[in-house]
Every structure is written in C-alpha cells, then in structure tokens.
C-alpha cells in the first residue's frame, strides 16, 4: 500500500510542475484522490526541493512530546476500582469496564482533569502500579518427536452428548478409544463404546494391532482398565501383558501428568469441538458413524498446524509410512517375563502365612503372619525369590505361566480372560474399600 501511495505522490509532484495553474479540482480529478489528501500534498510538496524523494515518504505517526502524566487522583480512582469494584460488578473488573465507571464519576467531572479515553491506557497504568500479574516466563521444552509410527499415545475419552443403550453405567455413558501417532500427529484408530471394561479395552487394542500393525512403543495413562492395580502391587495387568508379549514397550504416564502424552490429550480436544459438538450423536451407532467420517477427515481433509505436518493434512505430510510389523500367529505367553526380571514386589503375608500376586496365591510361613516380604522375579529360573531382611527365605515357582507358545486367537482369548477375572477382584476390592463401618 505503501508503495502504491507514493507513485500517487510523486504523480501529484509531477502535475504541480507541469501545471502550475490548475486549481484543487483538476488535480483531485486527476489523481483520484481526496480534496483533503490532495490539499495535504500539495501545501507539502511545494514547500520541499522538487529534487527530494525523501518528501513522498509518510512522516511517522508518533508523538514528537512525551503525553502529559495523568493527575494522582485520576491514578487513585483507577486503582480503587480495580481493588474495590462496585457492587454491581462483584468481580475484579478490568480495563473497560474501569473506563466506564471513570467516566460516571461525579468528583472527577467537576475536578476538570484529564481522563483516559483507551483501555489500553488503563491496562498501562494498572500494569505500572503492580495490580496486572504477569505470568511467569517458563523456558518452553519442545517434544521431541519420534520416528513416524514408532511410538502411540493410547486414551479414553467421554461422548458427551451421547447415552449408553442400558442402564448399567450412570456416567461414562458411551467412551472414545483413541490411538494417536506421536511422531506425524497421524490419527490411527477411532473406535467408540458404550461399555469399556478390562476386557473390552484390551479387546480394543487387539483390533487396532491387528489392523495396523505393532509400533515400539505405546503410552498409556494409569487408567484401571489398563494397568488394573499395577500401580498399587506394581504387578503387570493383563493389558500389560498383552502389549508386553507382543515386544511392544509400554510406557506408563506418571501420575496426574497428561503432559507425558500431549498429542492424544490435545486430539480430544479437537475431537470435541470439531465432532461431537458439531454432530451431537445421542446414541452409541450414531457416535460410530460420525467417528467413521471424522477419522477419514482428521487424516486426509483437515489440515493440522503441527510443526511436523506445516498445515497439511498428516496423510499428505506423511505420504509414505513405513510398513510396521504384524502380528504374528505363534506367541509367547511368558515374554513378558523379561520386561520384569529382577523387579521386586513387595507383599504382606496373611493369616494363613500366604502372599498373592497376580490371582495366585503362594504359601510362605505362618509364622510371618503380618509381616512384609519381597518377592523378586527370576525371569530365566521362571521363579520368584522370596526375601525377608538381608535373606532368601524361599524360591517359589511362578504359577500361571504357559508351556511353549499358543497362537495368536487362543493367546488372545486367555487374556481376555484374565482381564475379566481381573476386573472382579477390582470391584471386588473397591467394595470393601467403599463398605460402612459398623
């Protein structure tokens, strides 16, 4: 525009001098311009060396003196209603809102001083006298992106608007199950219940693997369905096991920190406002049929302001992708072993002189009735290694575990169910923990 301006000035320049007679019409016709930018340029133009292009520049706008400083009780009335609103406004008020009731203010008026005429204005003087809090400047920490499909992030969230079709479950109606890309932003699955439980979650990933492939890693929050008790007996939940045996790396979040999976945590947010407020589904099918539409659109349609994708859909970002292994048909149920040997679990000996991990129970001495023991893993002996104090105390066999491999639908079903048994002895425990004190 600039530039656009002075050709029109400098044409201005050249009429003065070649027609010095013509009065403010004929020039305003001749260059398309104002009465009022015409009589500017000329009164300017004449007045500078016709040899001077300095002159078709715009002069700055700036103040060429400082303003003239507000009066003190003009700042103090300021203040006082940022610290003491009126009641009409029972909440700190801000700049605007400052400037309405400064305007109203009877005292003011009469005193003739100067008032502020911008919100800007009055945010500048409350930020000088300390009543604007300024956040704290944190250095920002880029994540560092992994390779494309390397690493999932996993997580479930609520479908707002829409009803489960039975009465078991008061909230949680119907669930998203999504799995997120961290290294293309790559939405690679959608899926949608009305009834995620132990088996259904872990049912649930087994679709997705199927589907897709196996990644290096997966990251998950310490949601039960998930890790069942791990995080209180540290013991692998059935989940874990699955995604273990498959030698996928799990990496569990730590607690109350959705940072650690960013990406799955901000897709929901999109999730959210993109589709389910936009579609509204009322039932679990509906919830289907839009996830269907909206995952072929986050991927191929809409384009994503990440860093990796540059405003581009993440399929058109990421054309090609590398061909991820699949799941094989022979696998070994134990191979989880090896994710935890040497760890160290800590139990208390009942009544009986037993401990459980797991659902197993294992028999140490009555007379430690009470006591603490800690049981390490011996992934190559298959045992646990019972120790009390400084002392092995007992070697016990890992009960549980399966002789050679199993394919990969038989493998699946005995994980299914020992998620099942795995969500009863959670409601179980939650029941107990709920239960009145007489």
Known sequence: M????????????????????WVIGQYIEATRRSRKWVKKWKKRLLNANPNDDSVLWSESRARHTAPKPYHADVIARILDLRDHPPEAVPRKIGPRTILYYLHQDAPLKVSGHRLPRSGSTIWKILDANQRIIRPIKTDSNPFDRPDPMDTWEIDFTDVSTAQAGHDRKQQHQV????????????????QASDDYHARTALLAMASTLIQHGLPRCIVC?????????????????????????????????????????????????TLDEECIQQKSPENLTKTQEVFKDHHYIYNHSRPHQSSVCGNRPPSTAFSELPTLAHIPQMVDPNGWLQSYDRHLFK???????????????????????????????????????????????????????CEGTLEFGDYLEMRLEEAVAEQRRLKHKRRLRNRPVA
């Open 2 to 21: 600039e530039e656009q301006w002075i050709i029109d000035r400098a044409y201005l320049r050249q009429l003065l001098q070649e027609h010095p007679d």
């Open 175 to 190: 669930e998203a199950f999504a799995v997120m890309d961290r290294g293309t932003s790559i939405l690679v699955d959608l």
């Open 221 to 269: 929050d310490r949601d039960p369905r998930l890790i069942g008790s791990w995080s209180a007996d540290k013991f692998p939940s059935a989940f874990m096991r699955f995604v273990l045996d498959l030698d996928i790396m799990l990496d569990v979040c730590s607690p109350q920190r959705p940072d650690q999976k960013p990406f799955v945590e901000r897709y929901f947010r």
């Open 347 to 401: 139990r208390r000996v009942n009544s009986s002189g037993r401990i459980q991990i797991d659902k197993q129970m294992y028999y140490i001495q009555r007379q430690l009735a009470g006591r603490y023991v800690v049981c390490q893993l011996d992934a190559q002996q298959t045992v646990f290694k019972v120790t009390l104090g400084d002392r092995v105390i007992k070697t016990l066999p890992i009960k549980g575990l």
